[in-house]
């Protein structure tokens, strides 16, 4: 008898940037058919045409292309371009979608991407993925990494140009087959249970801004332009140059606030990323030229997420970004030179100019918005004041039931936020979904795999042609000759395409017929093709790591175009080497993990108690630890906030919900006492104020929140008229009108003891705290005065809105200098000082309360529980995520995830999305009964192992341990690999002298007859 | 620290230390004491673990190091440390080892009371065994060498003729003889609350000048430095694989180096494995490659594959040198190469328990210049 399912065990993900692609991914590991819709010809949104990321310089592509790779080859994921959406119907766990894909005249298919075909198209066409600054053909593809690794034919043009005239030379060219003109538009009809809009937003087209100059002037650029010129694979390969006349621009100033916190244009909203990336612009340009001068035109720096301030110091300190605080009027342009001047109105009132080789507009992701008003009206979501779609803080991704958000279609956001917010969608689609879990998926069945460890090597070959890419320059049957003479090698074929289907048959029918049990492949890159290679053997009955590849094409043929002759003879060389590995080939069998799936969180905060609902509604028995007597965590000092949630209901409705939800156990008053195990099977203990509890789980959530830190200076503790934020904020919370008097003067100063060599960190949440309570006093007494002494005022998003709500109530914002922090005077009255700059003299504000903005400080206990748990920790004390940008809740230690403020300090709505996150991730590994870990892990041979535990010292995974065995009754030491935790990295092997430890497919046996056959002279 | 001086009894400074160590072992604090003690035939000293003070006749001062005392404590202590407290008296260079060797886990200092003897630098053990002088070698020393004439410094071993810190560092007790009139007594220190505790029923008397220990001290290393900067000078030329190899010439691949080293502790040197057997095919096929193949093959890789692997631990105690049947003057190379690799990582091997061994340091800003910029 089978289960009936009520719901449909299926997600459409519309919108494939990286918001979509994690959502994707998640939601396809945990089980669920996931449907990708996305309008362009590929994958990838916006990341995948950034140049590097803030704060850690990473490389955008190299870091979201294996996400796209992953997704390209996930078995549960259809990935479909083109397509537009039409009509949303039906109920949460059972819509129907109905879209339409757009031809793309060629078979994904069949085509291998080889470019044959863009070289006889004749027509030019601006290239949209670099915004215009190069051309591309009809045919094209729309970058060397794109999802589907195919090309695309434009039929439409853009308007000014037309497109594909069907002069059919590229169906000639192509030798594969794959270009089909007669390809016709279809219409789909996908059941689904859930939603996930991931469409993102464009860049803002400055255009609407005549007072730039953007397109009128040729070296006035948009920040997204500026990255494809910074970019290696961009239009200058890198190379700054500038468009008017191809120099090099040393003087340059980048614009914030392009299209954002801009009245003008209805964006009364920050972009909240741009600030950041200006800073990474101007660093990236220092560096690929040192003689760039970068100025920054810029209202505040909002460097309000991890580690920015830090970046931002870096920026000023060790690259000489000159900030000007200034909303500048003009740009114009010298007409003979094509420089461009900047008017400005300096801090001192006095109007300034000057001239520029180059001007960077940022814009933020705040385009005109078309697609999302379009997408908004058709399917029928409710749209806030920003024209955004409308979510409570309550529900931050939840659009309607079953329908989900995620990335900048939600809100202005930088990459983090929108991976979070991808996840936590993941993690409500699966809660709603969790019955038809696994019932849309297919598991692929292979045949047994045939035991050949033992027998002679007999190797089969199959050498790529790569249509041109490799047969053009390396004399690919010559190469074959050589190779069959060769020890070992029982057969050698070659291929116009190795990747192609027809091939992975002929693969899979030479190992039978001539008996091979062992292949090697060369062609291009292990990293993207060796998985479909390893199927083949698998498909054939092989061991899947009884595969070697040789890379001849990115190694060999692409870098050596010019020289031919010696191409071959390289790849006769780098064959001829694989080949002599290959013959010590051996099967490896990945240990198999066994999964406890059941979890525990750590902290009974917001995120804590998120995650442990998410989990529990997915399906997965959660313990919950809490180290005080009520589930709350900081919101008991949190009494109302902006965006009016109402606190007290929403402790008491979560406690409720906890506490009567079945699968959630709560202790309080409690805390982890010891850990064990590794992902999939830990054993902790437990200390609850009866007694100590063993409990083993698959996972861990980390939620330990933060606190409010309590300052030294300005006369807190000594004055009573001095308060903290929140200390204020309680006692506003019980105040009534007649408490408040006409001229009753608050004055907050923001940055307390925070932003500064000690704390240097920016706590997120204190400038919107200041509004807060700034606006509670106003709407206590109108005549209260308020003002709020602040660095940046870091109201990014559509927190924006907050601020200038509380300018038109009459709040005074005063902008101090770190350097001359205001003083305080306490001895007849409260008096503070501040220096301003207008007047060019300190100001003297007698106030009646004086209220320190300070921050959150971390748990001290994290260190702790980051060597408990084998996480780190930052400098200051926060938790390290193992990718700031990709990887936001996950940690490098596999099966330990971490949500809310002990990751940094932030808002309710994004402590509850963080959670939910972690809930997703954690998930991803609780809804499997296994684990497969790493295929290449070490293991040590103990007959030569000493102990000496270098190995345990440089694993980064904490893979090893020292252990004490008993041996023939003698008591032996050596070290020990878990295979759960190794990863794969071989630094221990390259650390021990006594070649103790050695790492499975890499073993020393396997890889000196490479040197060997190398040094080898003829 | 205390300082208390004992008494030489009757000019013997042997008997008296001999009397010093039974009052040690009989005091039942200690349940064994490892020292160096000659062998029947008096050719040679090496340690002996005595755990009956009756037993006890050793030299603790004789000057020869035949087998490194490093790897015996570590031999004594690796698989599970002693459960109550034994002695082990030791020189400078082998303490230094002892500690590299704990920080490689292959010793334990647990219940370990490490006795350190002042070091005037050893012979080597041929020439002890058959010393060419009237006395005996123990004699011989105190005669000239502790008496400050220079002649014991003729049969110096090179390691012990340039050793920059002959004291030990690193210990509970002190036997020191730097500085002090040996006719009359000798020091002990204790530099730890164990080495007070074990002292303090032992009869011994107030010193009588505490300065002349520390002049004597830093005149023996201003000497020994003076020595080391000649030393090193002269090797400056030993560069390039050319003149490495030819250095190396007259190795024959015994291994006996690796054998001595203190710091070597692989089980299997990967030189001793199968590693490098191969089929007589392969072997012919190399000889074909270039005309010619020397063999044994790996001599020289084996040399430098060793050094790679100790040298930032290298204490310079020179016990490969006196291994070598070939008389190859190791120390030539080695002294030098330890200089400079632990230079480059600012590591002291020896001095400190808690300072990491290089190669489990990372440093972000370590080698730029090797890497990109």
């Known amino acids: 008898m089978t289960k009936k399912t009520e719901t449909i065990g299926a997600v459409a993900v519309i919108g494939g940037g990286i918001a979509g692609v994690q959502a994707a991914l998640d939601l396809a590991d945990m089980g669920y058919k996931i449907y990708v819709l996305e309008k362009s010809p590929t994958i990838g949104g916006v990341m995948a045409q950034l140049d590097k990321t803030f704060p850690t310089n990473d490389c955008s592509m190299c870091i979201l292309s294996p996400k796209l790779v992953d997704c390209a080859r996930h078995q549960n994921i259809e990935i479909l371009t083109n397509t537009t959406v039409q009509t949303l119907e039906g109920t949460p766990g059972n819509f129907t979608i109905k879209a339409v894909k757009k031809p793309r005249y060629i078979d994904i298919e069949k085509c291998t991407s080889c470019g044959s075909c863009e070289k006889v198209c004749p027509i030019s066409l601006p290239n949209s993925f670099e915004y215009g600054l190069v051309k591309r053909k009809a045919i094209y593809k729309p970058f060397p990494q794109a999802i589907p690794n195919a090309y695309v034919i434009d039929k439409e043009g853009d308007g000014k140009n037309r497109g594909c005239i069907d002069c059919m030379r590229c169906v000639k060219e192509c030798k594969s087959g794959a270009i089909n003109h007669e390809q016709t538009p279809e219409n789909l009809s996908l059941q689904v249970g859930a939603v996930i809009i991931a469409a993102g937003s464009p860049p803002f087209d400055p255009v609407t801004k005549p007072e730039f100059g953007y397109r009128t002037y040729k070296n006035v650029l948009t920040s997204v332009e500026f990255e494809r010129i910074l970019s290696a694979s961009g239009p200058t390969q890198g190379k700054i140059l500038r468009p008017s006349d191809q120099k090099h621009p040393t003087k340059i100033a980048w614009v914030h606030c392009v299209g954002s916190r801009d009245a003008s244009v209805n964006h009364e909203y920050c972009s909240a990323m741009c600030c950041m990336y200006t800073a990474k612009e101007a660093i990236i340009a220092k560096e690929h030229a040192s003689d760039i001068e970068p100025t920054v035109f810029y209202i505040d720096v909002r460097s309000y997420g991890k580690d920015f301030d830090k970046y931002i110091n870096r920026a000023k300190k060790e690259h000489h970004l000159r900030y000007i605080r200034s909303r500048i009027s003009e740009i114009t342009e010298e007409p003979k030179t094509k420089n461009l001047n900047?008017?400005?109105?300096?801090?001192?009132?006095?109007?300034?100019?000057?001239?520029?080789?180059?001007?960077?507009?940022?814009?933020?992701?705040?385009?005109?918005?078309?697609?999302?008003?379009?997408?908004?009206?058709?399917?029928?979501?409710?749209?806030?004041?920003?024209?955004?779609?409308?979510?409570?803080?309550?529900?931050?991704?939840?659009?309607?039931?079953?329908?989900?958000?995620?990335?900048?279609?939600?809100?202005?956001?930088?990459?983090?936020?929108?991976?979070?917010?991808?996840?936590?969608?993941?993690?409500?689609?699966?809660?709603?979904?969790?019955?038809?879990?696994?019932?849309?998926?297919?598991?692929?069945?292979?045949?047994?795999?045939?035991?050949?460890?033992?027998?002679?090597?007999?190797?089969?070959?199959?050498?790529?042609?790569?249509?041109?890419?490799?047969?053009?320059?390396?004399?690919?049957?010559?190469?074959?000759?050589?190779?069959?003479?060769?020890?070992?090698?029982?057969?050698?074929?070659?291929?116009?395409?190795?990747?192609?289907?027809?091939?992975?048959?002929?693969?899979?029918?030479?190992?039978?017929?001539?008996?091979?049990?062992?292949?090697?492949?060369?062609?291009?890159?292990?990293?993207?093709?060796?998985?479909?290679?390893?199927?083949?053997?698998?498909?054939?009955?092989?061991?899947?790591?009884?595969?070697?590849?040789?890379?001849i094409r990115e190694q060999c043929s692409w870098v050596h175009m010019d020289e031919p002759k010696k191409a071959t003879e390289k790849a006769k060389q780098l064959i001829a080497m694989t080949v002599a590995k290959t013959r010590f080939l051996q099967p490896i069998q990945e240990a198999e993990i066994p999964v406890l799936q059941k979890a525990l969180v750590i902290g009974g905060g917001i995120a804590g108690m998120t995650a442990a609902l998410s989990l529990a509604d997915q399906g997965y028995e959660t313990v919950l630890v809490e180290k005080e007597p009520k589930l709350g965590g900081y919101l008991h000092n949190v009494y109302y906030t902006v965006d009016g949630i109402d606190i007290p209901k929403l402790i008491k409705q979560m406690t409720e919900k906890i506490t009567k939800h079945p699968l959630i156990k709560v202790h309080t008053e409690s805390q982890v006492k010891s850990l064990n195990g590794y992902v999939g099977s830990y054993e902790s203990e437990i200390q609850t104020p009866k007694e100590t509890l063993s409990f083993t789980h698959g996972v861990i959530i980390i939620a330990v929140g933060a606190n409010e830190y309590k300052p030294h200076t300005y006369h807190y503790n000594k004055d009573p008229r001095v308060l903290t934020q929140s200390e204020l904020e309680k006692d506003l919370s019980v105040l009534t009108k007649e408490d408040i008097h006409d001229g009753e003067t608050f004055v907050m100063i923001q940055c307390v003891e925070s932003r500064d060599e000690k704390r240097p960190y920016c706590s997120r949440i204190c400038c919107m705290q200041a509004v807060k309570n700034a606006l509670k006093i106003k709407e206590l007494n109108q005549r209260a005065e308020v003002f709020i002494l602040y660095r940046d005022l870091m109201t990014y998003g559509f927190k924006e809105k907050y601020y200038k709500d509380a300018r038109e109530k009459g709040v005074m914002f005063l902008q101090y200098d770190p350097e001359k922090k205001p003083e305080v005077d306490s001895k007849n009255g409260l008096i503070v000082k501040v220096h301003e700059p207008m007047i060019g003299d300190q100001l003297r504000i007698p106030a009646d309360h004086l209220i320190l903005s300070t921050g959150l400080q971390p748990n001290p206990d994290n260190p702790l529980i980051g060597k408990l748990l084998k996480v780190p920790v930052n400098d200051d004390g926060f938790f390290l995520e193992a990718h700031v940008k990709l990887r936001p809740v996950d940690f490098s230690t596999r099966g330990v995830f971490v949500a809310g403020n002990c990751h940094i300090p932030k808002f309710i709505n994004e402590s509850i999305y963080q959670a939910q996150a972690a809930a997703a991730r954690a998930a991803t590994i609780l809804c499997k009964p296994t684990l497969k870990a790493e295929p290449n892990v070490a293991f040590v041979d103990d007959d030569l192992c000493s102990g000496c535990s270098i190995c345990v010292s440089v694993c980064p995974y904490n893979a090893i341990e020292r252990v004490e065995e008993s041996k023939k009754e003698k008591t032996v030491i050596h070290a020990k690999v878990n295979e759960g935790l190794c990863q794969g990295c071989g630094t221990c092997v390259s650390a021990c002298p006594s070649s103790a430890i050695q790492q499975r497919g890499f073993k020393d046996k396997q890889l000196l007859p490479m040197i060997e056959q190398l040094t080898k002279t003829k | 620290m205390t300082q208390k001086a004992l008494k030489i009894k009757e000019n013997d400074v042997v008997g008296s230390i001999n009397d010093f160590l039974?009052?040690?072992?009989?005091?039942?604090?200690?349940?064994?004491?490892?020292?160096?003690?000659?062998?029947?035939?008096?050719?040679?000293?090496?340690?002996?673990?005595?755990?009956?003070?009756?037993?006890?006749?050793?030299?603790?001062?004789?000057?020869?190091?035949?087998?490194?005392?490093?790897?015996?404590?570590?031999?004594?202590?690796?698989?599970?440390?002693?459960?109550?407290?034994?002695?082990?008296?030791?020189?400078?260079?082998?303490?230094?080892?002892?500690?590299?060797?704990?920080?490689?886990?292959?010793?334990?200092?647990?219940?370990?009371?490490?006795?350190?003897?002042?070091?005037?630098?050893?012979?080597?053990?041929?020439?002890?065994?058959?010393?060419?002088?009237?006395?005996?070698?123990?004699?011989?020393?105190?005669?000239?060498?502790?008496?400050?004439?220079?002649?014991?410094?003729?049969?110096?071993?090179?390691?012990?003729?340039?050793?920059?810190?002959?004291?030990?560092?690193?210990?509970?007790?002190?036997?020191?003889?730097?500085?002090?009139?040996?006719?009359?007594?000798?020091?002990?220190?204790?530099?730890?609350?164990?080495?007070?505790?074990?002292?303090?029923?032992?009869?011994?008397?107030?010193?009588?000048?505490?300065?002349?220990?520390?002049?004597?001290?830093?005149?023996?290393?201003?000497?020994?430095?003076?020595?080391?900067?000649?030393?090193?000078?002269?090797?400056?030329?030993?560069k390039g694989i050319e003149k490495i190899a030819e250095f190396f010439d007259k190795c024959v691949n015994c291994h006996n180096c690796r054998q001595a080293c203190p710091i070597c502790y692989c089980k299997e040197c990967l030189f001793d494995s199968a590693v490098f057997d191969a089929e007589a095919y392969k072997f012919i096929r190399r000889a074909e490659n270039k005309g010619l193949f020397k063999l044994p093959s790996d001599a020289l890789l084996f040399q430098l594959g060793r050094m790679n692997h100790m040298i930032l631990s290298c204490v310079q105690c020179g016990l490969c040198e006196q291994a070598c049947p070939n008389m190859i003057p190791l120390m030539e190379v080695f002294i030098p190469a330890a200089e400079n690799a632990q230079k480059e990582f600012a590591y002291h091997p020896g001095k400190d328990k808690a300072e990491k061994i290089p190669m489990i340091v990372y440093r972000e800003d370590e080698f730029l210049e090797v890497g990109e910029k």
Not at chain 1, 351 to 373: H, I, M, P, W
Not at chain 1, 436 to 449: A, D, H, I, M, N
Not at chain 2, 130 to 145: I, V, Y
Request: charged share 25%; hydrophobic share 40%.
């Open chain 1, 342 to 551: 900047i008017k400005y109105e300096d801090d001192t009132g006095d109007f300034k100019q000057e001239t520029y080789d180059l001007v960077v507009l940022s814009v933020g992701l705040c385009g005109a918005g078309e697609r999302r008003n379009e997408l908004m009206d058709l399917l029928g979501f409710d749209a806030n004041e920003f024209k955004y779609v409308r979510t409570s803080p309550e529900d931050p991704v939840v659009i309607k039931p079953g329908v989900f958000v995620a990335g900048s279609f939600l809100e202005p956001q930088a990459i983090p936020e929108s991976v979070m917010q991808a996840s936590a969608a993941a993690a409500n689609a699966a809660a709603l979904l969790k019955d038809s879990r696994g019932t849309l998926v297919k598991e692929k069945k292979y045949p047994l795999e045939k035991d050949v460890s033992t027998e002679k090597p007999r190797i089969g070959v199959f050498l790529c042609n790569c249509g041109i890419n490799i047969g053009g320059y390396v004399d690919v049957p010559a190469v074959a000759e050589y190779i069959k003479t060769l020890p070992d090698v029982t057969f050698v074929e070659t291929n116009v395409y190795t990747c192609s289907e027809d091939t992975q048959k002929k693969i899979v029918d030479a190992i039978k017929k001539y008996d091979l049990n062992r292949i090697l492949v060369a062609a291009c890159t292990p990293r993207t093709h060796e998985p479909l290679f390893q199927k083949s053997l698998r498909d054939a009955g092989l061991n899947p790591h009884l595969l070697e590849m040789t890379n």
């Open chain 2, 22 to 238: 039974r009052q040690l072992l009989s005091s039942g604090k200690i349940q064994a004491l490892l020292v160096p003690q000659s062998t029947p035939s008096k050719k040679v000293v090496y340690p002996v673990l005595i755990a009956d003070p009756k037993k006890l006749h050793s030299d603790i001062i004789a000057p020869v190091l035949p087998v490194a005392t490093a790897t015996v404590v570590s031999k004594l202590t690796k698989v599970q440390p002693p459960s109550k407290p034994i002695g082990v008296v030791m020189r400078a260079c082998q303490i230094r080892a002892l500690v590299e060797l704990v920080k490689l886990n292959q010793a334990s200092l647990s219940n370990i009371i490490i006795i350190g003897v002042d070091c005037p630098g050893t012979f080597p053990i041929n020439v002890y065994a058959d010393f060419p002088e009237k006395k005996t070698p123990t004699h011989f020393l105190l005669e000239t060498l502790l008496k400050k004439t220079k002649d014991a410094d003729q049969y110096l071993r090179s390691a012990c003729h340039v050793c920059k810190d002959p004291i030990p560092t690193n210990v509970d007790i002190v036997l020191g003889f730097y500085g002090i009139d040996l006719d009359k007594e000798l020091i002990v220190e204790a530099h730890s609350e164990i080495g007070r505790e074990l002292i303090k029923d032992i009869p011994l008397e107030e010193i009588t000048d505490d300065k002349a220990r520390e002049k004597a001290i830093k005149d023996q290393r201003e000497m020994k430095d003076k020595q080391r900067a000649v030393f090193l000078k002269d090797k400056e030329g030993m």
